[in-house]
């Protein structure tokens, strides 16, 4: 897996690539014009940002023109989960991204990875972070997929990440400056449950940025008077301009800014200032800032949730949170002296200006306003400087002692506006023109841009000037008169005959004709769309055969998931043929050990039930280290256990141990259409467990390549998160270790509506949010019958021994009526009514008839 040193070398010398978000073509051209080298965005369908104003087909191809004119690269977003109905229109997509010459696609989904390869490979793809990569494993299975380059999950450390480039060909993207997601992205439903918005569609509500209490098992508000904030799952915002040294030195190629939904004036600020840090990092000493204080300032100023630099060298608990509001906090401006009279008097920190933005954090909340007129002394001034009391107009409420905040810098906007302003743009490149010619002879204008050369010639031959001869003050005017043509003239050179002359409409079509033949985009071979129609084809009848060729098991079960050994036995004393082991390890009880595992698996065989080793969704390199030595020592017993994957690293870290090892797929590799299904049975899958985003429309089609599983029952985790909102409100370490505060009693985070989403912390200390509300389709089980689905699921991994029991003897007792063709006589009503009894607060269908498409 390790790659060659020189390559190392060679990844660690390259330039750090700039890459920028663009919603707008506004923030497009923001982003180019302040030194972007590269620009990624989304079209009007498949992208993450389905909220932005985004790029139709004709949007796209002017931006790719634009940017390739400039030397500036495009990468479109095709990064989320596609249904099975969308496939037609994606390829159509695909094709015409293809012919536009966008530089890369950026993925998420397994399925859309599998058909670029087998349709267009010569479309360069880069593995999205909603693909959860943060290991040396992960990336190893990308190479594998064709990808180019992946973007690591935000949790990624400095010291993973150099690991990461010892160990890949591939170019590394880093998130660098924006929002943060508290939930490791891709293994985020919450908003999708909640609230129907998919952020694996695009649509994510935010719900990290809503207010919660921490409340325990009494509804007690645990941080009733802390004066903390209840924004308790909202970051800051991530700020890494000061450590791009070491991202380069660690092998990182390319720095991306988050921020498809920002405004431009954002995306030209923020590019601006972290492309004079690049320009800084080789001339500056070592250790000195890339920044200045003003500049710093400036970042601060555009937008922040306050700053934090991640996880980029430690999990930085309560450090990595803006508890207090979730929205822009501005910078200081100073504080309230008085009010009166509709008359405002501040004494200020930093410069106001009019038409700043303004807010004042009040006893009662918070009052924003635009200064208008100035006044210092009574007497109108331009602005008002740090340390003078000034006056504005008010018509709010204010208190003397009340904090001010500058919210918007109309001065900073206007720099920005101006960047990119239409007709004004100022990224040029130079070159350099030599014009020869003798009376009577055709002139040659040779144009020079780096290396590469062009020359034109004259339509009519020179003439002998009659009054005014060609002067290189002339010809320099003429020629330079580049426009909005991505060029300026450095150098002219002139050789001509003395007394030369050449009309002006002859030296501007020579002009003309060099720029154009510069602009001509090398060389790029384009796949025919007959060639490409038939690969398409080829991948059709593939899929079918294998769909075909997939066989569903002659008898479906019912899996019964569980993570301790108390409940595995309550399971197989009700009946469970077949029960799911491990997964992750509560704190909370008492998990599976390595020897239990293997006496677990003993058990199930005694009892004629089949067995998998469910393993963690999310593993850092240290801890996939750990599961590498358990499957190793595994790999020896006499009886090799069955695994449950759950996340591409864990994939290759089985294969490196035993290529033949049997294995299924959990339901966080978002298997959410029939490409993505082929490709895990094509890996080697036994069985898939399909996403619980689907609706049963969608379901029905994967249900018949067999081998597949789905949850009907149990708790449906919301988040996955390096941050643990008990430890870092209520005191978490004692030393250097963990205080253990989450043992002590169940905790819960109550939202506005008052429903409380309960949490368990693992034994790494990642927070896993739960639903309030059990996911039930007790009353679907003929529907779910009748589509062929081979295995239905009860996630039980958070209930009790004795709710084990109940709840697999009812399933039990209904599906395998089901199977025996009871199906006239099975009603729901006596099942339901025991499930209700034993969950008060109630159930949900999840996605079953609601989906997220």
């Known amino acids: 897996m390790e790659i060659r040193e020189d390559l190392l070398k060679q990844k660690k010398s390259r330039p750090l690539e700039l890459l920028a978000p663009a919603g707008s073509f506004e923030a497009f051209k923001a982003a180019v014009e302040n030194g972007a080298d590269a620009v990624y965005l989304g079209g009007k369908s498949f992208s993450a940002r389905a909220s932005a104003a985004n790029f139709d087909l004709d949007e796209l191809r002017k931006a790719v023109r634009y940017a390739h004119e400039r030397q500036v690269k495009v990468y479109v977003t095709v990064n989320i989960l596609i249904a099975d109905q969308e496939f037609g229109e994606l390829l159509d997509y695909l094709y015409a991204l293809h012919e536009i010459r966008v530089d890369a696609v950026i993925l998420q989904d397994l399925g859309v990875a599998g058909l670029i390869q087998a349709v267009l490979p010569e479309l360069e793809t880069h593995a999205s972070t909603q693909m959860t990569i943060n290991t040396t494993w992960g990336v190893q299975h990308l190479e594998t997929l064709g990808f180019a380059r992946v973007v690591l999950a935000r949790e990624t450390s400095a010291a993973e990440i150099e690991t990461l480039a010892e160990n890949t060909p591939l170019d590394l993207e880093v998130f660098v400056h924006g929002a943060l997601c508290v939930c490791y992205s891709g293994q985020c439903l919450m908003s999708s449950f909640i609230g129907g918005r998919s952020g694996n569609r695009g649509t994510c509500a935010q719900p990290c940025r809503m207010t919660y209490q921490l409340v325990n098992q009494d509804q007690e508000n645990l941080l009733a008077g802390k004066s903390l904030g209840e924004h308790l799952l909202s970051p800051k915002d991530l700020n890494l301009a000061e450590d791009l040294t070491e991202l380069k030195r660690i092998g990182v190629h390319s720095l991306k800014v988050e921020g498809r939904m920002k405004r431009p004036e954002y995306v030209a600020t923020v590019i601006r200032l972290y492309k004079q840090a690049i320009e800084r990092i080789e001339s500056r000493p070592e250790g000195a800032p890339l920044l200045t204080p003003e500049e710093h300032q400036e970042l601060l100023q555009i937008f922040n949730r306050d700053f934090t630099r991640g996880y980029w060298q430690e999990n930085p ?128 204008l040779e144009v020079a841009e780096g290396e590469r050369k062009v020359r034109v010639n004259s339509s009519n031959p020179a003439q002998k000037a009659l009054k005014r001869p060609l002067t290189w003050d002339y010809a320099y005017q003429q020629l330079g008169r580049l426009g909005t043509t991505p060029f300026w003239l450095d150098r002219l050179d002139l050789d001509v005959e003395e007394g030369l002359m050449l009309p002006v409409s002859d030296l501007n079509e020579m002009r003309r004709l060099a720029v154009e033949e510069l602009l001509l985009e090398a060389t790029q071979q384009t796949v025919e769309r007959s060639v490409y129609r038939q690969r398409v084809v ?316």
């Open 538 to 853: 080829r991948w059709r009848e593939r899929q079918e055969q294998e769909r075909s060729a997939s066989k569903a098991p002659l008898i479906s079960q019912v899996s019964v998931a569980v993570s301790d050994p108390e409940t595995l036995r309550a399971a197989l004393k009700s009946g469970a043929k077949r029960v799911l082991i491990a997964g992750e390890h509560w704190r909370s009880r008492h998990g599976f050990q390595l020897d239990e595992i293997r006496s677990g698996f003993e058990t199930c065989r005694k009892q004629g039930a089949d067995c998998s080793w469910r393993l963690p969704r999310v593993l850092n390199e240290a801890q996939s280290a750990g599961l590498l030595t358990d499957l190793r020592k595994a790999a020896l017993w006499p009886d090799k256990p069955k695994l449950m994957i759950a996340n591409l690293g864990e994939l290759e870290m089985m294969r490196s141990v035993d290529g033949e090892w049997p294995f299924e797929t959990d339901y966080s590799l978002n298997v959410f259409n029939e490409a993505t299904l082929a490709q895990l049975l094509r890996t080697g899958a036994q069985a898939v467990t399909l996403s619980p985003e689907l609706h049963h429309e969608q379901l029905a089609p994967l249900a018949k390549w067999g081998r597949t599983e789905y949850l009907v029952f149990g708790d449906l985790e919301m988040m996955v998160s390096e941050y643990c909102p008990v430890g870092s409100t209520l005191g978490g370490k004692q030393g250097d270790r963990c205080a253990g505060i989450c043992r002590k009693e169940p905790h819960y985070l109550r939202d506005r509506l008052r429903y409380d989403f309960p949490i368990e912390m693992d034994l790494e200390c990642r927070m896993h949010l739960f639903n309030v509300k059990l996911l039930n389709l007790y009353e679907e089980l003929p529907q779910i019958k009748r589509m062929g689905v081979s295995n239905i699921r009860l996630q039980l991994t958070r209930q009790s021994p004795e709710q084990v029991r109940q709840i697999v003897r009812i399933f039990l007792e209904a599906w395998d009526g089901l199977q025996l063709g009871k199906r006239a006589l099975w009603t729901p009503d006596e099942g339901m009514a025991e499930l209700s009894a034993l969950f008060p607060q109630g159930f949900t269908k999840g996605h079953f008839f609601r989906g997220v498409l």
């Open 317 to 444: 608990g309560a450090d990595l949170m803006s508890y207090s509001r979730p929205n822009n906090r501005g910078t200081r401006l100073g504080r309230v002296v008085r009010f009166d009279s509709g008359r405002l008097a501040l004494k200020l920190e930093a410069v106001l200006n009019p038409g700043d933005g303004i807010e004042l954090w009040t006893g009662r909340g918070r009052e924003g306003v635009t200064a208008g007129e100035i006044r210092k002394d009574k007497n109108q001034v331009n602005k008002g400087l740090p340390g003078e009391t000034v006056e504005i107009d008010f018509s709010g409420s204010a208190h003397p002692g009340d904090r001010v905040f500058k919210t918007n810098d109309a001065r900073l906007m206007e720099k920005a506006r101006e960047s990119f302003q239409e007709g004004k743009e100022q990224r040029k490149r130079s070159l350099k023109m030599s014009l020869s010619g003798r009376i009577g002879d055709k002139m040659s």
